[in-house]
C-alpha cells in the first residue's frame, strides 16, 4: 500500500490518498475539531469509484469539520456523492450529515436500521449526547440538523462488491463494510476494531524532532460507557473470520488505514481480551475490599498500567503534548467502559 499525504492549508485541512487497487481511489479526509488536541483523529472516507463512475463516503464526521470536508472533496475534483455510509450514527461520525447533504442533496445515506430515525429527526441523539459527552464537546462538534426521509435508503445500497456486517459492541447499532475489489478486500470498520494512528496517519501528531517508525501501530479498544464484551467479542470474532489472509486492509474512523487487516483484527482481539483480564481482576479487588470500583484516581491508575505494559500502546509517548491529553482521555473512557461491565458481569455472575 502506498500511502501520499497532502497538506492544503494551514487549518488542518489534510488527505491522505491510499494507492491499493485500479478501480477505485481512496481518500481519507481530516475533520478538525477545535478541542484539545483533536485536529488529527476524525476521518471521513472518501472513495472514487472509476469502475462505476459513483463516489462513496463513509462516515462524514462532526458538523464543525463539513466546510472543510467539502472544500477538500471539491479540490480532488469529485463534483458529486452518490452515496453515504455510516458504520454508526454518533456526533464523531455523522454529526455532519444534514449540513453535508446542503452540498449534495441527491446523495443517499445509508445507516442501520435502529439508527435511521435518529438521522432523520436527530433532537433525542443530540440530548443523549449532551448528557454523556458534556456540553463543552458537543458544542466543540457543533449541532447536528436532520436530513429529509427521502434520502434514507432502507435496504443495502446497490453498490459492486459490497458486504455490510452487523457488528456491535461499540454501539449496538455498529455496523461494518466490506468490499471486494479486484481480488482485495477493503474493511472499513468504523471502531469496531478500536482506534489507531497509523504508520503514515500517525506523522501529523508526533512531537517536534521525532521522525521514528514504531514497532507496533498505536491501537486500543473503542469500549465506551455500557460496553458488554460477550457483544463485542462476536463481533471481532466475526471480522477475523471473514478477513482474508492476504491482501486485506483495515479503514479506522479513528484514524487512518492498517495493512494486514486479519493480523490486526487479531492484535485488537488480543489486547481487548488483555485489557478485559487485567480491569475485571482489579475491579473485583476493589468490590471486595469494599471500595469504588469507578473511583476516577483508581481508574486512571489502571490506565497508567495499561500504557506500560501494553505494546500497542508504547507510540504514545512520542505524541504531541496536546494530543497526549486528549488520548489518555479517550483511554479513560475505555478502561472506564470495561470497569463498568466488569462490576455488572461480577454481581451478575453471584446473583
Not at 489507531?196 to 496517519?201: F, K, L, T
Not at 471473514?242 to 488505514?257: K, V
Request: proline fraction near 3%.
Amino acid at each position: 500500500m502506498k500511502v501520499f499525504s497532502k497538506a492544503l492549508n494551514q487549518n488542518h485541512q489534510h488527505y491522505f490518498q491510499y494507492d491499493i487497487i485500479d478501480s477505485m481511489d481512496i481518500y481519507l479526509i481530516n475533520n478538525p475539531v477545535d478541542f484539545y488536541g483533536m485536529n488529527y483523529g476524525f476521518a471521513a472516507w472518501l472513495l472514487v469509484d472509476n469502475k462505476n463512475g459513483i463516489n462513496i463516503l463513509v462516515e462524514i464526521g462532526p458538523a464543525a469539520a463539513i466546510d472543510i470536508v467539502q472544500d477538500t472533496i471539491e479540490t480532488l475534483g469529485v463534483k458529486k456523492i452518490d452515496f453515504i455510509l455510516l458504520t454508526h450514527i454518533h456526533l464523531d461520525h455523522a454529526g455532519g450529515l444534514g449540513h453535508i447533504l446542503k452540498y449534495y442533496p441527491e446523495a443517499m445515506v445509508y445507516a442501520s436500521e435502529k439508527g435511521r430515525k435518529h438521522i432523520i429527526e436527530p433532537d433525542k441523539l443530540w440530548d443523549s449526547s449532551v448528557k454523556v459527552l458534556g456540553k463543552r464537546l458537543t458544542d466543540a462538534y457543533q449541532k447536528t440538523i436532520g436530513i429529509p426521509e427521502k434520502n434514507v435508503l432502507k435496504d443495502k445500497p446497490s453498490i459492486e462488491g459490497l458486504s455490510i456486517i452487523k457488528t456491535p459492541g461499540h454501539a449496538p447499532h455498529h455496523e461494518t463494510f466490506i468490499f471486494e475489489r479486484e481480488g482485495v478486500q477493503l474493511i472499513f470498520c468504523g471502531e469496531a476494531a478500536g482506534m489507531i494512528y497509523g504508520r503514515a496517519e500517525r506523522k501529523l501528531v508526533l512531537g517536534d524532532g521525532i521522525d521514528n517508525e514504531p514497532d507496533f501501530i498505536y491501537l486500543y479498544p473503542a469500549t465506551i460507557y455500557r460496553f458488554e464484551y460477550d457483544v463485542s467479542d462476536n463481533s471481532l470474532k466475526k471480522l477475523i473470520s471473514l478477513a482474508h489472509d492476504e491482501n486485506c486492509y483495515l479503514f479506522y474512523s479513528h484514524y487512518g488505514a492498517a495493512e494486514d487487516g486479519k493480523k490486526m483484527l487479531e492484535a485488537n482481539h488480543a489486547q481487548l481480551v488483555f485489557w478485559k483480564d487485567m480491569i475485571e481482576k482489579e475491579v473485583k479487588k476493589r468490590i471486595e475490599n469494599e471500595e469504588n470500583p469507578l473511583d476516577m484516581e483508581f481508574l486512571k491508575e489502571i490506565a497508567f498500567q495499561l500504557m506500560k505494559s501494553d505494546l500497542h500502546l508504547k507510540d504514545y509517548v512520542h505524541y504531541r503534548e496536546d494530543v497526549k491529553r486528549a488520548q489518555f482521555r479517550y483511554i479513560l473512557n475505555s478502561v472506564y467502559g470495561i470497569a463498568d461491565w466488569a462490576i455488572r458481569n461480577y454481581h451478575k455472575e453471584r446473583a
